[in-house]
């Protein structure tokens, strides 16, 4: 609306570039040099993430069908509950299967 979609896109894109080089190093990188453990990233379980992620996105796709295509506060909440759910199946998922050793 009024010409801003673009602004919204860059914001988007932007927030993404900053998450993954700002975001996941610095914690990593805090947690090395508190702990002197460096962080393994492992994929054992992706094939199940990209199930789970791809099911998300298609929850958060019926949901702004939903909603008319509108930001609405029932829409934050639904958009929120999905981002708590998928973030503590992910952690727990993690938890249970990993081993972390130092």
Known sequence: KDGKG????SSSIG???FDVT???PVPWLLFNLAFN?????????LEISIIVL????????LSIMWSDWRL???LGIIMMV???VFVVQDVVRVYLTT????
Do not use: H, R
């Open 37 to 45: 453990c460096p962080v393994v990233v492992e994929a054992s379980n």
């Open 6 to 9: 673009d602004m919204a896109v």
């Open 15 to 17: 927030s993404n570039i």
């Open 82 to 84: 999905l981002y708590v």
């Open 72 to 74: 609405s506060k029932t």
């Open 22 to 24: 700002v975001g996941l």
């Open 99 to 102: 081993n972390v050793v130092c």
């Open 54 to 61: 791809l099911g998300m996105v298609v929850l958060v796709i």
